[in-house]
């Protein structure tokens, strides 16, 4: 076997397993890298939600005299105490600054309003509240933008001295753009660490993931092997059992693969070509000698008893898993294209594609090879026999195309020695089971 392809298979492998690897390493980082973000929204928004209530209560507690007032409140206070606690312009704290605040008494609507006489951005904040509905009586914080800025917008119940509701105080705070940048530097550094974690773990995981691979196709490929020289075995105990040789075996099987690259079959069909061409008479095992071994013409019942050993081979073969993929050799080789063939009479394309290129080779290897009963054909009388079979013993579209390919493979394998067969056939393993595909 071509030690290139048990390279390329194996550095295939190895750099797909690097690429899932990769792409499982990006898509948990950026998974991690969204909970993080989310995770840190939420605690961003309870860190300002928090702060912004700190700053309900103090208003709360300063306007708590015209709230315990009896009667109907009086706005004009309500005002003039607003304005005494911003002096037109809200306090700066650590974290940034309230821009905006409406009192709103409930079936009245606002009653008294701050706003930042140095805040520029104030038509666009009040255009972007405009759109929104008034707060209901309970406490809520969101967050939104508007002309650039990054605003919390929060509304928070003020309350009597005996905590019944009066007003409901909506309010917008500006964070200050130092408590976005290490809110912005934060979330950076946490999808950073994250995805550096399961990098490194992606990297000291990938050699002991490559090792283990390493490890399972040199198993695999062992056994894969094993399983084929099992078949090889057991095709050439059952060939030589009316024959003197196994070369029909390793010829078939190479005609298979040559008829099969001139008709650009697909490259996982081929194996099964393969496995059916070593085994298709493996059924013979259960044929009697003085059948199988008759020098002579058999007569009826010899002949129906030897039909047998189609459905023999396919009680062989389907126990195997691995073999599944050889049953339309085994089981359809004696099919012909006009229905008059065994075991079941199929007819045309009801005989499955591997069995009817597999028709055309045996019976081409049969009338170029020296058998006991009969010397060599030439190949020109061989193409003759094989086009009279057309639409009757074969399909008509494949016996064509081989006529074509008839002498390439004629002269390259037909004439081949023993030793040059399973060279050939060597190769031709190293090109078709050399995959994925292909490992059991």
């Not at 009192?103 to 951005?121: H, K, N, T, Y």
């Not at 409901?168 to 408590?179: E, L, Y």
């Not at 039909?307 to 080789?333: F, N, P, Q, R």
């Amino acid at each position: 076997m071509p030690a290139e392809n048990l390279y390329l298979t194996s550095r295939s492998l190895n750099r797909s397993l690097a690429v899932r690897l990769g792409l499982a390493t990006v898509v948990l980082s950026l998974l991690i890298g969204v909970l993080a973000c989310l995770t840190l929204r939420s605690r961003f928004i309870e860190f300002i939600d928090a702060v912004t209530r700190v700053a309900a209560v103090r208003v709360n507690a300063r306007l708590l005299p015209l709230l315990d007032a009896p009667g109907s409140l009086d706005h004009d206070a309500l005002q003039a105490e607003l304005d005494r606690m911003s002096t037109g312009r809200s306090p700066h704290l650590e974290q940034g600054r309230f821009v905006l605040m409406d009192l709103i008494e409930p079936g009245m609507g606002r009653v008294a309003a701050f706003r930042d006489g140095g805040c520029p951005q104030m038509p666009a904040i009040e255009a972007a509240l405009a759109a929104r509905p008034l707060p209901g009586p309970g406490a809520r914080t969101e967050l939104f933008h508007a002309a650039g800025l990054r605003l919390v917008l929060v509304s928070h119940p003020l309350t009597d001295s005996l905590e019944r509701p009066i007003l409901t105080a909506m309010a917008v705070f500006a964070v200050s753009p130092q408590t976005l940048a290490d809110y912005r530097w934060q979330m950076l550094r946490t999808v950073m660490t994250a995805a550096g974690l399961i990098l490194a773990t992606a990297l000291v995981l990938y050699p002991l993931l490559r090792m283990l691979l390493n490890r399972v196709i040199g198993l695999s490929r062992r056994l894969m092997l094993a399983n084929l020289d099992t078949i090889r075995t057991l095709g050439s105990a059952i060939a030589k059992r009316d024959s003197d040789t196994d070369d029909h075996n390793y010829r078939v099987a190479l005609y298979c693969v040559a008829f099969a690259e001139a008709l650009g079959l697909p490259k996982a069909s081929v194996p099964g070509l393969i496995k059916g061409a070593f085994l298709h008479d493996v059924g013979k095992i259960g044929i009697h000698d003085r059948i199988l071994l008759k020098p002579g013409r058999l007569d009826e019942e010899e002949f129906a008893e030897m039909k047998k050993h189609v459905d023999y081979g396919m009680d062989i073969v389907k126990s195997c898993h691995w073999l599944s993929d050889a049953t339309e050799v085994v089981g359809c080789h004696h099919e012909k294209f006009d229905g008059s063939g065994y075991p079941a009479g199929l007819r045309g394309e009801a005989i499955p594609l591997n069995a009817r290129i597999f028709a055309v080779v045996d019976v081409f290897d049969a009338l170029i090879s020296r058998r006991p009963y009969k010397e060599p054909l030439p190949l020109d009388t061989c193409l003759e026999i094989l086009a009279g079979g057309r639409g009757s013993h074969f399909d008509p579209v494949l016996v064509d195309v081989f006529i074509g390919l008839a002498a390439y493979v004629y002269f390259r394998y037909g004439q081949c020695s023993a030793a040059g067969l399973r060279e050939a056939m060597r190769s031709a393993i190293g090109r078709y089971f050399e995959s994925t595909d292909a490992i059991p």
